[in-house]
């Protein structure tokens, strides 16, 4: 079993919570801790925002307690009806986030029989925000997330797997349901790559100079994703339509298998040079140059329809496989001219250094 990070940063905010509490003399370190586990959040960013929303949805549900109890006691239907009250008004207020620990603020309140309950009632929301200021502490302190890393790493390895299948379904050496199964796993790992991507979009950059850089690598990512996207929409129209291609001329065949090879080998070399790993000028033309162009790939493609030829219906059938190598192409011209560019007005900026135990 792996441990990830948010695993072990969990288990030190609530330790955290714990100790802070005791520090403290607050009785009842167990709310604390209870806090700290329902705040832990995947980034810097949204541990702040939970701080905030967290301190709106706890004073309305401590606000609630603290009024019913007072006028009518601890009878269970009234605390049942204050969470009804304390859910509603979240709600209301779009802090959706916030409604399991302020249902949990309300019960450790109301479940007081303290004579001089409105300390203790004060001393109970303290433990709750002690453990959610302790979740944003370990978050901001310990393992900090490197989302720029992780949503280059989600990118690369997504993109190699595309390819991987490309290249064996072009060859006839993929099995037809293995790679049904793929092209389905592959549209749930794009998902994870969105995730990263909003992640990292959501990082805060705290000093002027870096926001720029920032605003011109979420174009790059944001083409990087679209490419790959594209990439994996081909390989699912080229899954489909295999029995098509399958019977069309050989020398059809291999057209379309040199140009998906070219295509590949061009988005396997965009990435490399992105990293640096290889020279910023060996990507430069490569579609024009070695590639054929998009007009004389479809110039190609069209030679081979025969308006009156019994494979008509089946030229007809790949048409769409055609449009999409010829949109993968423009994706990775578009990809190639944005990172030449970042290149030439980022020099300074670091290498991006893969993760490889994401």
């Not at 940063?9 to 009785?27: H, P, Q």
């Not at 302190?141 to 797997?161: G, Q």
């Not at 990263?196 to 944001?222: I, M, P, S």
Request: proline share 3%.
């Amino acid at each position: 079993m792996k441990l990830g990070a948010r695993m072990i940063k969990t288990g030190l905010a609530i330790t955290l919570a714990i100790y802070l509490a005791l520090f403290l003399d607050l009785s009842g370190p167990v709310y604390a801790a209870i806090a700290a586990t329902f705040a832990i959040q995947p980034s810097i960013y949204r541990s702040f925002q939970t701080i905030l929303e967290q301190i709106q949805g706890n004073l309305v549900g401590a606000a609630f307690a603290i009024i019913f109890v007072l006028l009518f006691g601890t009878n269970p239907f009234v605390v049942g009806f204050v969470v009804i009250l304390v859910i509603a008004a979240n709600l209301k207020l779009k802090i959706e986030s916030t409604i399991p620990l302020a249902i949990v603020t309300v019960i450790v309140i109301m479940e007081s029989q303290s004579a001089n309950f409105i300390t203790f009632a004060f001393e109970r929301f303290m433990l709750v925000m002690l453990g959610v200021i302790s979740a944003f502490i370990v978050n901001l302190v310990f393992m900090p997330p490197k989302y720029e890393a992780k949503l280059f790493y989600k990118i690369s390895t997504h993109t190699d797997e595309i390819i991987k299948w490309m290249r064996m379904l072009t060859r006839h050496a993929s099995e037809h349901t293995v790679l049904k199964e793929e092209v389905e796993r592959l549209k749930e790992s794009s998902i994870k790559m969105n995730q990263f991507y909003l992640f990292y979009k959501e990082e805060r950059t705290y000093f002027k100079r870096n926001h720029y850089t920032k605003g011109r690598k979420l174009v790059l990512y944001r083409q990087m994703i679209s490419t790959t996207n594209k990439a994996r929409e081909l390989l699912k129209s080229l899954h489909r339509h295999e029995n098509e291609l399958y019977l069309m001329p050989e020398d059809l065949q291999e057209l379309v298998q040199v140009q998906l090879d070219c295509l590949t080998n061009y988005h396997e070399q965009i990435l490399l040079k992105y990293t640096d790993k290889i020279r910023a000028d060996h990507c430069v033309g490569m579609v024009d140059e070695i590639c054929e162009s998009k007009q004389s790939v479809m110039n190609s493609f069209l030679g081979y329809y025969k308006p009156d030829g019994e494979l008509n219906d089946q030229w007809l059938h790949l048409f769409p496989v055609f449009a999409l190598i010829i949109d993968y192409s423009d994706h990775l011209s578009h990809l190639n001219r944005l990172i030449e560019s970042y290149k030439n007005h980022h020099t300074d900026d670091e290498n991006i250094e893969l993760l490889q135990n994401q």
